[in-house]
């Protein structure tokens, strides 16, 4: 192992995070987040590739031929107006990092800066991924049909985990976040006056129908040994009080993680909806959107990461599946992958991710460089299964 060469700068990834907070951009509008990670890899003599508007790819060790290690970091922000009282609050109104997108390229950065120093000491190449979009669910999409994960063998990402303690980080084998897919349902009814319901067909009572009766499909049609989550989030129709709406739109989403389920779900929401429809006199037209796979860790690479995350002084701890979403999940499908939550918990006090008052506990950034280093290590000298 290369642990004697290992140096990371903890003040400089503070630093950058806290530059990162307090410039926060909104998804596939990070131009100034992109040239900041750009300015820092020119620093640090790293040759890199703009992929997409605002996405970065870097290299280390780019002329090695044979194993390639990934690492990505996700770079947006949330529109959301920031109430902490910190000295490097946000600085651009109703947008924050509330979700650690800023640790997570700090922490990146870290760990760049620590294996270009001993880049001719290893036996892998390593790309770095800073990903944009990632809460719009695109950045990942848009940045693989460029190719940027075609020579990636291994990839490793982290997320800040708000129900992991501080100093531990969650590692589990297998799928750990959920799959998503989108549908909607626009309902043709039969518009009418109001004080006529007769004459028409109310496209917002079969609406109604169909919303009471799909969310049964999983409380009564799928075994409760199967994670699923159905939402219906939009409920749209009607154009005044004393008109019959003659068109109703719902968009929903289905979470999951056995993929083979969600075929049976959408054949029984379609078959529903279309015979609430026609028992009403109405019509419906159903489109769905296909998300995201589930993030799904390779058995060898937790076993890897587990061992990494000793030597970078973190503490490994069993993570339980969350039906959350990652668009990460494409950058790891068909690769051997590991994903984790570097906890920020401390005690009692547990910060939300998405909330106005978000923040983080300081103290975990230089390990989680370390993390992402040990990780390369664990490739470069042939201990996946240490």
């Known amino acids: 192992m290369l642990n004697h060469l290992i140096t990371i700068d903890e003040a400089y990834v503070i630093k950058m995070r806290r530059y990162f907070h307090q410039h926060p951009e909104l998804s596939s509008k990070e131009y100034h987040t992109r040239d900041t990670i750009i300015s820092e890899l020119k620093k640090m003599d790293i040759p890199y590739e703009c992929v997409t508007e605002t996405g970065i790819m870097a ?39 509330a979700c ?51 020579d990636v063998d291994y990839l490793f990402g982290m997320h800040v985990g708000c129900d992991v303690d501080s100093g531990s980080i969650g590692l589990s084998s297998g799928p750990i976040m959920a799959a998503v897919d989108a549908f909607k349902i626009t309902i043709h009814g039969k518009s009418a006056h109001g004080a006529l319901p007769y004459l028409g067909v109310d496209a917002i009572v079969v609406g109604a129908q169909i919303v009471s009766n799909i969310q049964t499909i999983i409380s009564r049609e799928i075994a409760p040994f199967e994670p699923v989550v159905m939402t219906i989030g939009k409920f749209h129709g009607g154009t005044a009080d004393n008109i019959v709406a003659d068109e ?34 109405a019509t419906v037209t159903i489109d769905y959107r296909d998300g995201l796979p589930p993030v799904d860790n390779d058995e060898d690479m937790i076993k890897l990461a587990i061992a990494s995350a000793k030597r970078a002084g973190l503490e490994p701890v069993p993570f339980k599946p969350v039906t959350i979403s990652e668009d990460y999940a494409i950058l790891a499908n068909g690769r051997k992958s590991a994903f984790g939550f570097i906890g920020i918990r401390q005690g009692n006090t547990q910060p939300m991710l998405h909330t106005p008052d978000f923040n983080i506990d300081e103290s975990i950034l230089a390990k989680g460089a370390h993390m992402h280093v040990q990780f390369v290590l664990g490739i470069s000298d042939g201990t996946i299964n240490a």
């Open 248 to 281: 109703v739109v719902l968009e929903g989403t289905v979470r999951y993680f056995n993929q083979d389920l969600y075929a049976t779900i959408r054949g029984k929401v379609e078959e529903k909806s279309r015979r609430i429809a026609e028992s009403y006199g």
């Open 100 to 150: 650690g997108h800023d640790s997570h390229i700090a922490m990146l950065l870290g760990a760049a800066k620590a294996l270009k120093s001993m880049e001719d000491k290893l036996e892998c190449g390593v790309k770095l991924i800073f990903q944009p979009a990632e809460e719009t669910m695109s950045g990942a999409k848009a940045m693989a049909a460029l190719g940027v994960m075609r």
């Open 59 to 97: 290299w280390i060790n780019k002329d090695h031929v044979g194993t390639v290690v990934g690492l990505r970091a996700d770079m947006d922000a949330l529109p959301i107006e920031e109430v902490n009282t910190c000295d490097y609050v946000s600085a651009n109104q109703g947008v924050m990092h």
